[in-house]
T-cell receptor
């Protein structure tokens, strides 16, 4: 089974509007971390936000927030007030405590396009 | 701050050739890893290391070798390049292999195998 699933291959959002990018995960490990990375057309991987499995509150970083629903195993990224520079690929990823080396497992990504 | 440095940025190989992708980090990170990204897909783990002298296989290790003789360097060797290895390769590091440690990525190497 896929450990990280991103069901939206591509999305459009109007500039200045909010957008939610979906991510569901699959693990039986009680200790895990969830990450979101942004990959612009230039190719680099930019860390956006982190949520730990034991965190009681949803993570926030500026315009980014993570809607963490542990029982549903979802960790959706919310971008408020979209900007043209937000157009990029977005990847959800997980690090599990029991995995040797705690390797990061990635979803297939969502391409976000912000319309002016 | 250099962070994670990968060289080269672009490389074209012929089938059967060998080469080494270089990766160095200056953050004194214990954990280093190599990922490949195929078009339109997420990153898949090739090999990783939790410290100097310790390496292990990831999800897609076939056709690649690694070694970790120092904390700073983690080269990836392609033994006999195949067209299926055409991809973008990312090196990444983190302070340790803990669930809350984010990975720092290099800028990537775009490899084409003809």
């Amino acid at each position: 089974a896929q450990k990280i699933t991103q069901t939206q291959p591509g999305m459009f959002v109007q500039e200045k509007e909010a957008v939610t990018l979906d991510c569901t995960y699959d693990t039986s490990d009680p200790s895990y971390g969830l990450f979101w990375y942004k990959q612009p057309s230039s190719g680099e991987m930019i860390f956006l936000i982190y949520q730990g499995s034991y965190d009681q509150q949803n993570a926030t970083e500026g315009r980014y927030s993570l809607n963490f629903q542990k029982a549903r195993k979802s960790a959706n990224l919310v971008i408020s007030a979209s900007q043209l520079g937000d157009s990029a690929m977005y990847f959800c990823a997980m690090r599990e405590g029991s995995n040797a080396g705690n390797m990061l497992t990635f979803g297939g990504g969502t391409r976000l396009m912000v319309k002016p | 701050n250099a962070g994670v440095t990968q060289t080269p940025k672009f490389q074209v190989l012929k089938t059967g050739q060998s080469m080494t992708l270089q990766c160095a980090q200056d953050m004194n990170h214990e954990y280093m890893s190599w990922y490949r990204q195929d078009p339109g897909m997420g990153l898949r783990l090739i090999h990783y290391s939790v410290g100097a002298g310790i390496t292990d296989q990831g999800e897609v290790p076939n056709g690649y070798n690694v070694s970790r003789s120092t904390t700073e360097d983690f080269p990836l060797r392609l033994l006999s390049a195949a067209p299926s290895q055409t991809s973008v390769y990312f090196c990444a590091s983190s302070k340790q292999s803990a669930t809350n440690e984010k990975l720092f990525f290099g800028s990537g190497t775009q490899l084409s195998v003809l």
